[in-house]
C-alpha cells in the first residue's frame, strides 16, 4: 500500500513539472504587446529583419509642395470691341479657333460708319477751299486791299478745318478704314475687325445681328508664348523663395511629366488667407497647356543641415507617423514623430523630435513588421 502511494504522488509530480515546462514554451514563442510597445523573441526578430540605427546628421533640401494656375499677362490677353459700336454682319470665330495678327475676324455695319465717311469727305473739301481763301486774303492783305481781321478770319477758319479733317481721320482710324484711301466712290456701309494678336480665341460673346455697344467685348483672344505659373504661396513660406529659384510643376491627370520652371516675380502683398502670389515662368512652351489649369508645384528650398532618418524607419498608421524605439532586450515603443521633408531616401526629423530621440536606437528595418504585429497582437 506505501508503495503504491508513493508512486501516485510521483505520477502526480511528474505530470506537474511537464505541464509548467509546456507552460513556459508557449510563452516564449507568443509575442506580448501593449497598446505602445511589442516584445519579440529572438526567432522572431530574426525572421521579422530588424536592424536598429540612430539619428544621422545630413544635408537635406527641403520641398516645398504648393498649387496654382496657368496665368496669362495682361498684355497677352486681348477683349476686342467696336469703338463706335455696330451690327455684327459675318464671323467665323469659335472658341479654342487659332488666329494670326491682322486676320479679318468679323465684320459688322451701321449708318454711322457712312455718316464719319461723309464729315470726313465734306470736311476735307471745305478744308481745299479755306486753304485757297487764306491764300487769297494774304496776298490782298498784302497790297493793302483787304484788312488784317479778314486775314485773321481766313486763317482761323483754314485752322479750324484742318483740326476737323484730322479729328475725322482718326475716328475712321478707329473702325480700320483708312481716310488716305477714301473718295465718294469708295464709301461703304461695313467695317471689318482685325486680330490685334497671334493667338486662339477664348471668347465670342456676340452672334449675326446682334447690336454691339462701344463698351461690348466681342471676342477675347490670348496669346499663350508667354504663359506662366500662378502659385500661392503662404506667409510662413516666403522668405524660402527668391527670384530665379527653380521648382517642377505637374497637372493633376498627369503628375508624373514635370515642367520646370523659374521664379519670375514674388508678390508683395498679401491676401485674405495670408498667401502671396509668386510667378514663375515655364523654361519651354508646351501648347497643351491651357489658361486657367489647376497645376501642382514642387520647390526645392535652401540646403540645410537636419537630423534625419531612412525613409523605412517611419511608418504611417491612421494619418500619423511613428518610429519604434528599443526600450530593451527584444523591447521596441511606438513614439510619434512629426511630419518632414523626404529626400534620397531619408527623412528629417523636426527639432523637438530630435532632441527626444536622440542617442536611442530606433528600428531602420522591419518597422512596419513591428506594427503590424503590434497592431495583429493587441486585437486579438
Known amino acids: 500500500m506505501t508503495r503504491f502511494l508513493i508512486l501516485f504522488f510521483s505520477i502526480l509530480i511528474a505530470a506537474g513539472c511537464n505541464g509548467d515546462k509546456k507552460a513556459e514554451v508557449k510563452t516564449e514563442e507568443t509575442v506580448t504587446a501593449t497598446e505602445t510597445t511589442v516584445q519579440l523573441t529572438d526567432d522572431q526578430m530574426k525572421n521579422a529583419g530588424i536592424a536598429t540605427g540612430k539619428l544621422e546628421l545630413k544635408n537635406i533640401s527641403a520641398v516645398l509642395k504648393v498649387s496654382g494656375t496657368i496665368?496669362?499677362?495682361?498684355?497677352?490677353?486681348?477683349?476686342?470691341?467696336?469703338p463706335l459700336g455696330g451690327y455684327l454682319r459675318s464671323t467665323r470665330l469659335l472658341p479654342g479657333m487659332h488666329v494670326s495678327k491682322g486676320q479679318s475676324i468679323a465684320t459688322l455695319e451701321d449708318p454711322q460708319y457712312i455718316q464719319l465717311q461723309q464729315d470726313y469727305l465734306t470736311a476735307k473739301a471745305k478744308l481745299v477751299y479755306a486753304e485757297q481763301e487764306y491764300n487769297r486774303q494774304k496776298e490782298l492783305n498784302q497790297s493793302k486791299a483787304s484788312?488784317?481781321?479778314?486775314?485773321?478770319?481766313?486763317?482761323?477758319?483754314?485752322?479750324?478745318?484742318?483740326?476737323?479733317?484730322?479729328?475725322?481721320?482718326?475716328?475712321?482710324?478707329?473702325?480700320?478704314?483708312?481716310p488716305d484711301r477714301l473718295s465718294a466712290g469708295t464709301i461703304t456701309r461695313s467695317i471689318s475687325i482685325f486680330s490685334?494678336?497671334?493667338?486662339?480665341?477664348?471668347?465670342?460673346?456676340?452672334?449675326?445681328?446682334?447690336?454691339?455697344?462701344?463698351?461690348?467685348?466681342?471676342?477675347?483672344?490670348?496669346?499663350?508664348?508667354?504663359?506662366?505659373?500662378?502659385?500661392?504661396?503662404f506667409e510662413k513660406d516666403v522668405n524660402n523663395l527668391f527670384t530665379g529659384q527653380k521648382l517642377l510643376a505637374y497637372t493633376n491627370t498627369n503628375p508624373t511629366k514635370k515642367y520646370p520652371c523659374k521664379i519670375i516675380l514674388i508678390g508683395k502683398d498679401f491676401s485674405?488667407?495670408?498667401?502671396?502670389?509668386?510667378?514663375?515662368?515655364?523654361?519651354?512652351?508646351?501648347?497643351t497647356l491651357i489658361p486657367g489649369t489647376f497645376m501642382n508645384a514642387e520647390i526645392e528650398?535652401?540646403?540645410?543641415?537636419?537630423?534625419?532618418?531612412?525613409?523605412?524607419?517611419?511608418?504611417?498608421?491612421?494619418n500619423k507617423q511613428y518610429v519604434f524605439v528599443e526600450k530593451g532586450k527584444n523591447i521596441f515603443e511606438i513614439t510619434e514623430v512629426p511630419p518632414g521633408n523626404a529626400q534620397n531616401g531619408f527623412t528629417e526629423i523636426t527639432d523637438e523630435a530630435a532632441k527626444t530621440l536622440a542617442d536611442k536606437k530606433i528600428v531602420v528595418n522591419g518597422a512596419y513588421n513591428l506594427l503590424m504585429k503590434m497592431k495583429n497582437t493587441s486585437d486579438e
Open 196 to 233: 490685334p494678336i497671334n493667338g486662339f480665341v477664348s471668347k465670342v460673346n456676340v452672334n449675326i445681328g446682334k447690336y454691339s455697344n462701344p463698351s461690348d467685348v466681342l471676342f477675347e483672344i490670348i496669346n499663350p508664348a508667354d504663359i506662366h505659373l500662378a502659385l500661392d504661396i
Open 147 to 178: 484788312s488784317d481781321k479778314v486775314l485773321q478770319q481766313a486763317q482761323a477758319e483754314l485752322t479750324s478745318q484742318n483740326i476737323m479733317v484730322r479729328s475725322l481721320a482718326e475716328k475712321l482710324r478707329l473702325i480700320n478704314i483708312n
Open 301 to 318: 528650398t535652401q540646403n540645410s543641415n537636419a537630423y534625419v532618418l531612412p525613409t523605412d524607419a517611419i511608418v504611417t498608421y491612421e
Open 71 to 82: 496665368d496669362v499677362p495682361p498684355q497677352n490677353i486681348v477683349s476686342v470691341s467696336v
Open 272 to 287: 485674405a488667407d495670408r498667401a502671396v502670389e509668386v510667378h514663375a515662368h515655364f523654361e519651354a512652351y508646351d501648347k
